[in-house]
Each structure stands twice: as C-alpha cells, then as structure tokens.
C-alpha cells in the first residue's frame, strides 16, 4: 500500500527525455499504487484545454490509461498550468482538487499543495498571482484565439525568467511562518508541497508538536517523488 506524489515536471516538446520518464513512471511504479497525486507544474505552460498540442493528447491517454488501470489520479494546479480545467481532466480522468487539501493517509493527517502560496516574501510575485487568478481575466484571456494566448504565454514566461534573474533564492523560498501558519489551519504534522525545486524533508514545529515539511523535486535530470505507505513518508530520486 502506497500513494505516490509528483511535481514541477514541466512537460514540454523541447524535453523529451522527461516526458518518457514520466511515461515509464505512469506504466511501472504508478500501477501498484493505491493513488497518484499530480501537486502542479506538470506542464510547462498550459493556454487553455482547447490547445491541440499533440503532447497534451498523448498525456491525457495515458493518464486515463493509469486511472482505468484502477489508480485515481488527483491534481493541484501549479503557477504554470493553473488554466488546465474541466475537459482536459475529463479527457484525463484526472480529479481537480483546491489548492489546499487535507488528506488522511493511512491514519496520518496530510496537507498538500503546490507550493507558491507559501512564498509570501515575494511580493511581486504574489501580486501577479492574484491578477491572473481573477476569474473574469481568466475568461477573457480564454476567449482569445489560440495564436494570441501563445503569444502572451511565451511573453510573460520571458518576463518571470528576467524578474527572477534579480531576486535571491530565500525571496523565492516559502516563508516558514506561511508553512506554521497553513500547518495549523488544517491541523496537520506532514505538509507535501512542490514549486520551490528544492527537494528536502525539514523539521519544524506546528500544532505544539514536531511536524514535517515534504519539499518534491522538479523534473530536470531526474524524477522526484513522495511515497506515503503505513510506516513511512520517503523523498525519493530516480533516474529516468
């Protein structure tokens, strides 16, 4: 018995050594698990379901290939697909999930989430955040023709790599008073979260006990995960 957590693959036509890793992963280690947590970012950009890009048709084949298989398949948007909606996880089988959920694994109260919402120091990104999560603006950029929406992604993504280029890596870290504070709301010890690429288990104290913060890798050179079974909470590297 095991649930299994991914993140930040950022899947894309230009990697596609990641994208067969993430193929062998859905038709090996995922198939004996008792359920597949995608936390974010498991594309690099995502414009709208409606994108006819090959890469996306493939993906939702075998993801609904790994949940007919008998392994649900749960998702939390990331920073960089938080567009992806309602056809492409019916295409996928996937379940969309808020951006804060609590789970209980095996006896063990669990929160997950992408990860962005933690890094509160940064305060120019936490403002972008909020503008384009407005739903109207999310509508009418939808509504736009796909030649134009690929225009802006590629435009903002310019952007955010040339903003981050000037900003330290504790900025763009989680605040740890953020992680405190989440950890208490939903009164949990474990909290499993991606976005930062920085893979680590850290100690903290929450809830006036000792609690855990699970950190996933992102998918460069090599796969990341967290595998929860009854005894344990594993980071665990693998090649592709």
Same mark, same amino acid.
């Given at each position: %018995? !095991?649930?299994? =957590?991914? *993140?930040?693959?950022?899947? $894309?036509?230009?990697?596609?050594?990641?994208?067969?890793?993430?193929?062998?992963?859905?038709?090996?280690?995922?198939?004996? *698990?008792?359920?597949?947590?995608?936390?974010?970012?498991?594309?690099?950009? #995502?414009?709208?379901?409606?994108?006819?890009?090959?890469? $996306?048709?493939?993906?939702?084949?075998?993801?609904?290939?790994?949940?007919?298989? @008998?392994?649900?398949?749960?998702?939390?948007?990331?920073?960089?697909?938080?567009?992806?909606?309602?056809?492409?996880? /019916?295409?996928?089988?996937?379940?969309?999930?808020?951006?804060?959920?609590?789970?209980?694994?095996?006896?063990?109260?669990?929160?997950?989430?992408?990860?962005?919402?933690?890094?509160?120091?940064?305060?120019?990104?936490? !403002? =972008?955040?909020?503008?384009? $999560?407005?739903?109207?603006?999310?509508?009418?950029?939808?509504?736009?023709?796909? =030649?134009?929406?690929?225009?802006?992604?590629?435009? %903002?993504?310019?952007?955010?790599? /040339?903003?981050?280029? $000037?900003?330290? %890596?504790?900025? %763009?870290?989680?605040?740890?008073?953020?992680?405190?504070?989440?950890?208490?709301?939903?009164?949990?010890? #474990?909290?499993?979260?991606?976005?930062?690429?920085?893979?680590?288990?850290?100690?903290?104290?929450?809830?006036?006990?000792?609690?855990?913060?699970?950190?996933?890798? /992102? #998918?460069?050179?090599? @796969?990341?995960?967290?595998?929860?079974?009854?005894?344990?909470?594993?980071?665990?590297?693998?090649?592709?």
């Amino acid at each position: %018995m !095991a649930t299994l =957590f991914i *993140a930040d693959l950022h899947l $894309h036509t230009e990697e596609p050594a990641i994208t067969a890793g993430f193929l062998r992963f859905l038709r090996g280690e995922a198939r004996s *698990a008792d359920a597949l947590y995608i936390l974010g970012d498991l594309f690099e950009a #995502w414009i709208g379901d409606d994108d006819p890009e090959p890469l $996306h048709r493939e993906m939702a084949r075998e993801i609904k290939a790994l949940v007919e298989s @008998g392994v649900p398949c749960y998702f939390i948007h990331g920073n960089r697909d938080f567009l992806l909606g309602k056809r492409f996880a /019916a295409e996928s089988g996937m379940i969309l999930l808020p951006e804060e959920q609590r789970l209980e694994l095996y006896g063990r109260p669990v929160l997950i989430l992408h990860g962005d919402t933690l890094c509160t120091d940064d305060a120019g990104y936490q !403002a =972008f955040r909020a503008k384009v $999560h407005q739903p109207w603006l999310q509508k009418l950029f939808l509504a736009l023709p796909l =030649f134009i929406r690929r225009r802006i992604a590629a435009s %903002m993504r310019d952007g955010s790599k /040339a903003a981050n280029s $000037h900003k330290t %890596m504790n900025i %763009m870290d989680v605040n740890p008073q953020a992680v405190v504070d989440v950890m208490e709301k939903h009164q949990v010890q #474990w909290l499993i979260h991606g976005h930062t690429h920085r893979p680590a288990v850290h100690e903290l104290s929450a809830n006036g006990r000792p609690a855990f913060r699970v950190v996933l890798g /992102a #998918w460069h050179e090599e @796969g990341s995960m967290v595998k929860v079974t009854t005894d344990n909470v594993e980071l665990i590297a693998f090649p592709f």
